[in-house]
């Protein structure tokens, strides 16, 4: 299969996210230059040479992501540091409509009328969750959520429970699957890059 050319998809003033090691906090900045596998950014804090890198952009036709490693790491007197990034895999389009589901523990909470209560989220993707709770709620009830993505910040999202049931688990026994019926663009973004991340992550482990 041939490969996409960084040059198709990307220009000179392309905005970026840049995500390092896999699981830090996600950069947005612009592509200065774009030359073959090389990619120059400007980020406001310094990177090692030889650290691993996950980048996002819109470009022609979709929302694309591809893997890089730093190969040079520079300062620049407006206290900035410019990144030479080079190409090690990818670009992959990243399909929106139909999302991946991770398996994961993250914390959660939940604003159901006039109760506010924590949750666990068992599992996530960009269309809802499943979350454990102590609490009991119907099938149907709409409510809305707080999702901590750790290092990726939190996200807040409305949304119905589609199916509810309970488990042998003593404390979170409740379970319920979420779809999400109102959510920022932005912040289903932001949970697309986390589950790329965890799933970047888990892959250079060998889980």
Request: charged share 25%.
């Amino acid at each position: 299969m041939v490969q996409i050319k960084l040059a198709q998809l990307l220009n000179p003033d392309s905005r970026l996210e840049v995500v390092f090691n896999w699981n830090s906090k996600p950069h947005t900045c612009h592509a200065l230059r774009v030359s073959g596998d090389l990619v120059v950014i400007s980020v406001p804090e310094p990177v090692d040479t030889g650290a691993e890198a996950c980048v996002f952009f819109t470009g022609s036709g979709g929302y694309y992501s591809f893997r890089a490693c730093t190969v040079r790491s520079e300062s620049l007197p407006s206290g900035s540091y410019r990144v030479v990034l080079r190409r090690t895999g990818g670009p992959d389009r990243i399909q929106r409509r139909r999302y991946y589901r991770l398996k994961i523990l993250l914390d959660a909470v939940v604003q159901a009328g006039g109760s506010i209560f924590p949750v666990r989220i068992k599992d996530i993707s960009g269309g809802g969750v499943l979350t454990a709770s102590k609490t009991p709620l119907p099938e149907g009830r709409e409510l809305k959520l707080c999702i901590d993505l750790r290092s990726f910040g939190s996200v807040w999202a409305h949304a119905r429970i589609t199916r509810a049931g309970e488990t042998e688990e003593q404390t979170y026994r409740y379970e319920y699957g979420l779809v999400f019926t109102g959510i920022d663009e932005k912040d289903r973004e932001k949970i697309i890059k986390f589950i790329f991340s965890e799933q970047r992550r888990l892959l250079e482990k060998g889980v």
